[in-house]
């Protein structure tokens, strides 16, 4: 295999990051979701670029997509790199793809340059991060640590299908959750790589920094429920409008976040039935989304939230239910690999910063099993979760660079 130089390794990363964001479920724009075809196509084509790097590659029962280098020597230690291939609806190029991508191309640099270390390393797309089908998110990860449990498989998407179903269907027709990919003592760390989702680093002039942790997260379903009617013949007093409730509710949670900040709150989806122009609406659904980086925070607002909600139905005459679907504290990083992965970043960019993600990503499943370090990468104002979603090909190339020493380094480490 001809050395490949770093420039040559960003211009083939670009390439296939457009490449796989045209392998869609939607026309025309990005989107992924929990085994669609258009996940299982996204599997085929990065599982080829993974086998073109030397990698052995499988998919797991939970649809992660698994290459694997060959092991050194018997009792080699493992270094798991990844992110997720699923994706929000219309999404970016890069949210999870990066992750996933660049550690393949870093591995066919360091293969073109006859380097070798003294672990095995394992590069992991996650089947489901987002939480896009199913209103939780980490499927994949919480299936590779040995985390999927039995409330995960009740999860039901909008059309009544369960998550239990959807897996059974994808193994034969059996599914019961796996345990852990890995024993622990097996493994030496995660590293993921992933777009900043925000403005920092653009801010600070620098293409790539570490996290220092990443924000706890809960998740929840919330119904109100009223009193279908006519809209021309119902007179205010006596309605029981569920969809009325819901907006006040949506301005509760806003309000409540605004007063408290970092903490954040957002109700991302709302779906009115019966859903016609002329008919009050009977019943209210919506997702709410709380993040905050101190678990207390964000307990405390969810039950907050979840007295206002009560507060709202009891007032206007109507049911209030709200299922957690998620919920996941916050997750503090590996402070030695992070102190590696530092020593690189300064390598490259002369300095470093520390950030804490308030993006949840699946390092926060994979820290139960071992020690996670994050590398953020620049993305141009910080877009993220849109189409417009942009890294540069030099920052690309910094973060090979980056990925490239650290493992330098850490191979040293290990030799020690
Ligand atoms: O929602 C998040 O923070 C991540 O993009 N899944
Ligand atoms: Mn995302
Ligand atoms: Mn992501």
């Known amino acids: 295999m001809p050395r490949q130089s770093l420039t040559q390794a960003a211009t083939r990363l670009s390439r296939r990051l457009g490449q796989l964001a045209r392998v869609s479920e939607d026309r025309g724009a990005t989107t992924r979701t929990f085994m669609s075809p258009a996940m299982h196509r996204a599997n085929a084509l990065v599982g080829g670029w993974m086998r073109g790097a030397g990698l052995s590659v499988r998919v797991d029962p939970t649809g992660n997509l698994i290459g694997r280098t ?42 073109s340059r006859g380097l070798t270390f003294p672990f095995a390393v394992e590069v992991l797309g996650f089947s489901e991060e987002e939480g896009v089908r199913f209103s939780s998110g980490y499927l994949g990860s919480k299936g590779y640590v040995g985390r999927l449990g039995k409330s995960d498989l009740r999860l039901r998407d909008c059309w009544g299908i369960s998550v239990g179903e959807v897996l059974a269907k994808n193994n034969g027709g059996r599914f019961s959750p796996p345990g852990p990919a890995h024993a622990a003592t097996e493994l030496i760390g995660y590293l993921e790589v992933h777009i900043e989702q925000g403005p920092v680093l653009e801010a600070r002039g620098l293409a790539a920094g570490v996290v220092s942790g990443i924000a706890g997260q809960t ?26 409730g819901a907006a006040e509710f949506i301005l509760a949670a806003e309000a409540a976040a605004r007063a408290r900040p970092p903490l954040v709150a957002t109700v991302g989806q709302v779906l009115a039935r019966p859903g016609a122009a002329n008919v009050i609406a009977g019943a209210a659904e919506l997702t709410l989304d709380v993040r905050h980086p101190v678990d207390a925070g964000r307990r405390a607002a969810c039950t907050d939230l979840r007295k206002a909600g009560r507060g709202i139905a009891k007032r206007r005459g109507l049911t209030f239910c709200m299922e957690v679907t998620q919920d996941n504290g916050a997750v503090p990083c590996s ?51 849109h189409p417009g979603e942009f890294v540069a090909r030099r920052d690309l190339e910094a973060a090979l660079w980056i990925v490239v020493d650290f493992l330098s380094r850490l191979a040293s480490r290990q030799s020690e």
Not at 70 to 83: D, I, R, V
Not at 98 to 104: E, F, M, Q, S, Y
Not at 223 to 244: I, N
Not at 358 to 366: F, R, S
């Open 70 to 111: 060959g092991a050194p020597a018997k009792g080699a230690k493992t270094l798991l790199m990844g992110s997720h291939l699923d994706t929000v609806r219309d999404a970016g190029r890069f949210d999870g793809a990066l992750g996933v991508l660049l550690p393949i191309a870093a591995l066919e640099v360091v293969r």
């Open 219 to 244: 998740r929840a379903r919330i119904e109100f429920g009223g009193k279908a009617g006519h809209a021309g013949t119902t007179p205010m007093p006596l309605r029981k409008d569920a969809l009325a």
């Open 335 to 385: 402070g030695e690999l992070t102190a590696l992965l530092a020593r690189s970043v300064r390598g490259r960019e002369g300095r470093c910063v520390a950030l804490a993600s308030g993006a949840g990503h699946d390092a926060v499943i994979v820290s139960s099993l071992a020690p996670v370090a994050m590398l953020f990468v620049r993305c141009r104002g910080g877009i993220s979760h």
